[in-house]
C-alpha cells in the first residue's frame, strides 16, 4: 500500500510549515488529558495556574481543554507560524517558541503544568524537549504527555501479520505498508514501559499512565478500542501524567 499525502519537503521544518500536514489529533485524547489535568490542579480559587499547551498545532486541543480547566491560564506554544495563526483564532494565547536549550520563551520555574499532547513522537531530540520542559516546570510541576501506543492492541495483530504497525512512518513524503492515509512526521514510537522509563530518566516522577481511543480506528472497532484503554499498554494513545521532581 502507498498513498501519496504531501509534496516532498526539503526537510523537516519545511514539512511543518505545510498546511496539509494534521497538526490536530481526535477530542477524546483532549477530553481525558484535560480532565487529569483538572484532577490534579484543582480549582483555581485565589492562584490560577499558568499551563503551556506546547506544539499547540492549531489549537483545537486548548480550546477543548479550556472549558475543563476554569479560572487557569492556558497559553499556546508551537515553532510552526501557520499554526500559531490558526491557533490565535481558537485560544488568547499564543506564543512561539523551540524545545532547544532556552527555546521557550518562559524564566526557569514559571509554569504549574505542560500540555505535551502528541509531540513527542516528532522529535529528533526527545531528551532535549524534556529538558526544557523540565526547565520551565516549577518544582513539582506537572506534565501531561501524551503519544501514539507503538503495542497499541490492532499493532500486535499486525506486526504478527507482517504488516508496518499504525503511527509508525519510514518516509515523509508517503505511506508504506501499513493502513492510513496521512503522512504526519512520526519519528519514534512508544511502549507504556519505554515511555515510564523514558520520562522517568529525564527527572520526572511518573505518577499516572492511562489510555485513550484513536479517532483514526475504523467504526466497527472502535468499540474494542474503548474497552483497550482499560489497559494501557494495549490502548492506541499513552497518557501520562507525571510531576517534575
Known sequence: MTTTATPPPKDLRDFYENPAVPVASGTPRSRRQARMLAEALGPAGDRPRTILDIGCGDGTAAA?????????????????????????TRIPYAVRGELTDGGLPLRAGSADAVLFSEVVEHLVDPDAALDEI???LRP?????????????????????????????????RAIHGRPGREVVGHLRLYTARALREFVAA?????????????????RPLRPIDRL??????????????????
Do not use: K
Not at 477543548?64 to 490565535?88: E, F, K, M, N
Not at 529525564?202 to 479517532?215: I, Y
Not at 483497550?228 to 510531576?243: K, T, V
Open 64 to 88: 477543548t481543554a479550556a472549558p475543563l480547566l476554569p479560572g487557569h491560564r492556558i497559553i499556546g506554544v508551537d515553532w510552526s507560524q501557520d499554526a500559531l495563526r490558526r491557533a490565535r
Open 134 to 136: 523540565r526547565r520551565v
Open 140 to 172: 513539582g510541576g506537572h506534565l501531561m504527555l501524551s503519544t501514539p501506543n507503538l503495542a497499541a492492541w490492532y499493532n500486535r495483530a499486525l506486526l504478527l501479520a507482517g504488516v508496518q504497525p499504525v503511527f509508525s512512518e519510514v518516509s515523509l
Open 202 to 218: 529525564s527527572g520526572f516522577e511518573v505518577v499516572r499512565l492511562a489510555g485513550a481511543p484513536f479517532h483514526g480506528v475504523p
Open 228 to 245: 483497550a484503554c482499560a489497559r494501557p499498554p494495549l490502548a492506541s494513545i499513552l497518557l501520562l501524567h507525571a510531576r517534575r521532581t
